[in-house]
């Protein structure tokens, strides 16, 4: 089978080696730091690290340039505004120094008159300037003021009290004088004489000194002022508001260089630089506030910051994913190396062979062939190769028989479609050859994986099964369930073809004799050599079967239309089943009766055709038996006549006994002879039965339907109840006393109160015990010995006397005869038939005469017809004679007359 691509996809290909040793499993441990979803979250952790590292470097180096950059802003403002101040004071100082030196040349009246003609006063928007005498009376102004004592005033008493020669500088304030805030610078005034003469007064506004503060450069919270080397601060701005008073400890001013602390007025951390103003006690003071320096620097981190942290989230996030999309994938490969490992370890220790197979594609698409992948131990057994030199292999190759068996086919149909192919084969090639196998070929990702298990002891005991379900154990023949199948068979092949076909219903006849007589045992021997020979007379199309018990059945197929064309094989069979056989050490021999019939004329089913065969060998052995009969339509009424005589009997039977005259049951009585005395010394009791519309009907008939029916014991009681009146009447009459025998069949003889009922019918016919005989076959005792005895003794012990009927048919052994209490052996008429002319018969005759005397028995001959017989017999020293050379069996007034008569059957001469 070639088929095209593209196959399906599959599941992974389950392969491997066994359980991985632990060197291995170390590595695997090792390999395992190295997988994806571990060592890349590790490098992750490296790269933020890294970053995080970098970010913080630049944040950390743009701090410093920010506060570095703060910094010399700083020292930068705080050098101009020093600049700016030292400016100012001396312009003040200048103004101080001429107000001085107007007044001690023009004295304080005129001074402020000169200066202003000089041009050389401030502005009095800006500035006023006053002149205090030695009294502390402000005694000139500009702007003019209305006369102010200030001898109480610090400057005025500082002044006074020395002549320092340098600038007083006050600390800010508001008085009774002026509401707005201002300090005074003031310088004092000396006459000529050097002594104090009043205080030249320039008073400031605080808000002059700051005014040099600039948003664009000092910011919203920068600090710009003047402190007081008392620590007071004059004045400071912050942004727009303009405050004094403060107090500050000096000593914590940084002393030219710019710290970073808090400071006033509001604690907030400041880039402060510090300037000291000589000559005038003052500092200047600049601070830019490090928020608004370090603003910069601040976005500029948070940019890091941010840079960072989404580069970490992003490098986060895409290692997560791709470290579980690794865990996923190495959870997965795991599994799958867990379930090669299982698998593996699983496969070795299985019973099945296991072929990993790897298509070979050709180029046309189509399986071109597998390739050998890898197998098991037991693969290596059933291959009988190594898996080595398997591995890489061509399964066509290696096996190309299985391209013609179908196997290959069934495999690549499996790699291109899927599915699952499973079949059982009886295997060809070494070392598995003449072996069941069964596969299963299941497809794998790139090929498939065949499990193939050794069947053959399962397919063994199935046969077994089905040989035992379709065979008798015995013979070995097949048994009823299997001639129907094939009967079935034959009969449908038959008809498609217009064919004819015989069955032939074979029934054992004495079978049940042996079987009886010489035990189980014994009867099994003889089934199965009969089997053996009926069955080498057959072809080999034909069927021979048991069909139970002593029944075979033939089926013959192919044969013609005509019945008799079967007749040579139907002799020879019988033939083969009369020849004798040996079983339990004696020779032995039976016959059979065959009813054949012929499909389509006989019937055209198994049921019909079986129903008329066994119809037919019923008529076989109605026929004598040892013959066969072919079917005919007639014989089939033989069931239902049956039945209807049957119930002729049991109405004869019910009548006889209430005394109905012409009930149609009779007896008659045929002599026993004395060869001694030529004299009759007794009779036999037959059965006769007169049907009232078919006339007299054959005791061999009717004794063997009531012996199937049971009725033969309510038959049997009648006769013997019957005989023995008959002789008790005989008796009474006068006539020589006689004995009467009487015939017990095997049902009868079996019967529980056989023993009961003969005493009953001696008792109430008044017959004496010794006056009746019993007549039993052989076989009738060996069906139960040590029952049968025990029944024969209580019989004799009441006097009756038994004898052996049909002696020589049945199989007594001698010492089972030895210990029957019996007193008479009659010798069958079979023997007796053919007694003058066929040695072997008298032979029998003579052992069984001879037999007889040795165990002090009385021998009786039946069915003597001829001079000639009854000669050999009494020659031959036979005790007794029956037969219709004598007399046939006649009515009791027949016997009577005889008695009466005395007749002599034997000319006295003859008898001794
Ligand atoms: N259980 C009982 N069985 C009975 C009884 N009555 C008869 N039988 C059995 O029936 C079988 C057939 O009997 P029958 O047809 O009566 O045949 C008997 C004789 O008529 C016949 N016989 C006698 N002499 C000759 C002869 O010279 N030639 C010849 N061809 N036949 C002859 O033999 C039969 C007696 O046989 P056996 O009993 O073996 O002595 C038969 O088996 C009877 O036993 C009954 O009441 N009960």
């Not at 048994?479 to 079935?488: A, S």
């Amino acid at each position: 089978m070639n088929a095209r691509l593209p196959a399906p996809r599959r599941s992974a290909i389950v392969s491997g080696p066994p359980a991985a040793p632990p060197r291995a499993r170390l590595g695997r441990k090792l390999s395992l730091v190295l997988e994806t979803y571990v060592a890349l979250p590790l490098f992750a952790l490296v790269l933020v690290a890294a970053l995080w590292t970098t970010a913080f470097h630049f944040i950390d180096k743009e701090q410093r340039d920010a506060r570095q950059a703060a910094r010399d802003d700083t020292r930068e403002l705080v050098d101009t505004y020093e600049a700016q101040m030292a400016r100012s004071l001396a312009g003040i100082d200048q103004t101080l120094k001429l107000l001085k030196y107007a007044v001690e040349q023009d004295g304080a009246s005129g001074a402020l008159a000169t200066l202003r003609r000089q041009s050389l006063l401030p502005p009095s928007v800006l500035f006023t300037v006053a002149v205090a005498n030695r009294d502390g009376l402000v005694v000139a102004s500009n702007p003019p003021a209305r006369p102010l004592d200030v001898s109480r005033v610090t400057y005025f008493l500082v002044h006074r009290a020395a002549d320092g020669g340098v600038p007083y500088v006050s600390q800010t304030l508001t008085d009774r004088t002026k509401a707005e805030p201002h300090l005074h610078f003031t310088r004092r005034i000396n006459d000529a004489s050097g002594r104090f003469a009043g205080v030249a007064i320039v008073e400031v506004d605080p808000g002059y000194f700051t005014s040099a503060y600039e948003h664009g450069r000092e910011g919203e919270r920068g600090l710009l002022g003047l402190v007081g080397a008392d620590g007071v601060v004059r004045a400071l701005r912050v942004g727009e508001q303009t405050s004094w008073g403060q107090r500050i400890d000096l000593a914590r001013l940084p002393d030219g260089q710019v710290s970073l602390a808090p400071t006033i007025p509001d604690g907030l951390t400041r880039f402060l630089g510090v300037r000291r103003l000589h000559g005038y006690g003052l500092i200047a003071i600049v601070g830019l506030d490090a928020d608004e320096q370090m603003a910069g620097f601040a976005r500029q981190r948070s940019a890091w910051l941010a840079g960072a942290g989404i580069g970490t989230a992003v490098l986060l996030l895409v290692v997560t994913l791709v470290s579980a999309w690794s865990w996923q994938v190495a959870r997965s490969r795991r599994r799958e190396r867990r379930a090669q490992e299982t698998y593996a370890a699983a496969s070795e220790a299985s019973v099945d062979a296991f072929f990993v197979l790897r298509t070979v594609w050709a180029a046309d698409g189509t399986v071109a062939d597998f390739a050998i992948e890898a197998t098991n131990s037991r693969a290596e057994e059933m291959a009988g190769l190594p898996k080595e030199a398997m591995r890489g292999m061509l399964l066509c190759e290696m096996l190309p028989s299985y391209r013609r068996n179908g196997i290959f086919d069934a495999a690549a149909k499996v790699a291109l479609e899927g599915g699952v192919d499973q079949a059982e084969w009886h295997a060809q090639a070494y070392p598995m050859r003449g072996r069941w196998l069964h596969r299963q070929v299941v497809p794998v990702e790139g090929g498939v994986v065949a499990i193939v298990r050794d069947i053959t002891e399962r397919k063994q005991a199935e046969e077994r099964i089905v040989h035992m379900a379709h065979h008798d154990d015995l013979t070995g023949l097949p048994n009823r369930t299997l001639l129907r199948l094939r009967l079935e068979q034959n009969i449908a092949q038959a008809a498609h073809k217009g064919w004819s076909l015989a069955l032939v219903f074979v029934d054992l006849d004495g079978f049940k004799l042996i079987n009886d007589g010489l035990g189980h045992n014994a009867g099994d021997e003889l089934l199965k050599v009969v089997g053996k020979r009926m069955r080498a007379c057959l072809r080999r199309g034909d069927t021979l079967a048991r069909f139970g018990g002593d029944e075979f059945v033939l089926l013959l197929p192919g044969v013609g239309a005509k019945a008799q064309s079967l007749a040579p094989l139907l002799e020879k069979l019988r033939q083969a089943v009369h020849a004798p056989v040996q079983v339990a050490g004696q020779s032995v021999q039976v016959s059979c009766s065959m009813g054949v019939v012929m499909y389509p004329r006989d019937g055209l089913d198994a049921n019909t055709l079986l129903m008329n065969a066994d119809a037919a060998m019923y008529r076989a052995k109605d026929g004598g038996r040892n013959n066969y009969q072919f079917y005919a339509r007639e014989m089939n009424a033989s069931g239902e006549e049956n039945l209807i005589l049957l119930d002729g009997l049991r109405q004869s039977l019910e009548a006889t006994l209430a005394g109905a005259p012409g009930g149609g049951l009779s007896l008659c009585y045929q002599p026993k002879v004395d060869l001694k005395t030529g004299r009759v010394f007794g009779v036999e009791a037959l059965l006769r039965w007169h049907h009232p519309e078919h006339g007299p009907v054959s005791p061999q008939r009717f004794i063997g339907l009531a012996e199937e029916s049971g009725m033969i014991v309510e038959l049997g009681e009648w006769a013997l109840r019957t005989a023995c009146r008959q002789n008790q009447a005989w008796r009474a009459a006068g006539l020589p006393p006689i004995t009467v025998s009487v015939n017990v069949s095997p049902r009868q003889f079996e019967e529980r109160k056989l023993v009961a009922r003969v005493a009953a019918a001696l008792r109430d016919s008044g017959l004496p015990p010794d006056a009746l005989e019993l007549e039993v076959t052989e076989s009738l005792i060996m069906r139960d010995l040590a029952q049968s005895v025990a029944k024969m003794r209580d019989l004799e012990a009441m006097g009756v006397s038994l004898s052996i009927d049909d002696f020589g048919t049945g199989y007594s052994s001698l010492s089972a005869l030895k210990s029957f209490p019996i007193s008479r052996l009659k010798i069958d008429k079979s023997f007796v038939s053919e007694l003058a002319a066929n040695p072997d018969d008298q032979a029998i005759a003579m052992a069984v005469i001879s037999l007889g005397h040795k165990l002090h028995l009385r021998v009786i001959a039946e069915g003597v017809e001829t001079e000639e017989q009854c000669a050999f017999l009494r020659a031959n020293d036979c005790d007794e004679m029956q037969g219709y050379l004598f007399s046939r069996p006649v009515p009791p007034a027949r016997i009577a007359e005889l008695l009466a008569t005395a007749q002599q059957f034997v000319p006295a001469e003859v008898a001794a």
